[in-house]
């Protein structure tokens, strides 16, 4: 299962990998600091397809239907997402960021990931969507 969530994550992770590192790259200090720009979506986004891809490739009810306890699948995923979380974390110690440069600065770097670890997840299982709009959703709420 593990190997799993690896594989729905991954390349997620890999695109917004790429883009962080993409601002550490002699360009104009405008474009550097946009690694803010990219960190903060990019695990709010982890978060949210730690479960959202189940729900967008209709597969959720195979997962429950799995003969293991639902704890067991919900700290399986939190875990992989814990893992790349740190990763992409990791990266900011490469790019320039501006962490700690304001009075909300050193909020930049652990808040998107507990968001990510706890609010994300739980808002896509609430809404039963990724990116909790109902529009991505397929269905019409009038």
């Known amino acids: 299962m593990i190997e799993k969530e690896f594989r729905a994550l991954l390349p997620l992770w890999a695109v917004c990998a ?3 590192l993409a601002t550490a790259l002699d360009l104009p200090m405008p474009i550097r600091i946009a690694a803010a720009g990219v960190y903060i979506p990019a695990c709010a986004t982890l978060g949210a397809y730690t479960f959202g891809h189940e729900y967008v490739h209709g597969t959720m009810p195979v997962l429950l239907a799995q003969p ?5 699948i919900y700290l399986v995923k939190l ?3 814990a893992l790349l979380l740190a990763a992409l974390r ?6 320039p960021f501006p962490e700690g440069h304001t009075a909300l600065g050193s909020l930049i770097g ?5 968001s990510a670890l706890f ?3 739980w808002l896509t299982l609430v809404t039963r ?4 709009s109902p529009a991505l959703d397929g269905k019409v709420t009038r």
Do not use: E, N, S, W
């Not at 652990?110 to 507990?114: A, D, E, G, W, Y």
């Open 18 to 20: 790429v883009a962080l």
């Open 68 to 72: 293991m306890a639902r704890r067991r």
């Open 79 to 81: 875990g992989v997402l």
């Open 90 to 95: 990791a990266l900011l110690f490469v790019v």
């Open 110 to 114: 652990p808040l998107p990931i507990l």
């Open 119 to 121: 609010l994300a997840p």
């Open 129 to 132: 969507t990724p990116l909790a």
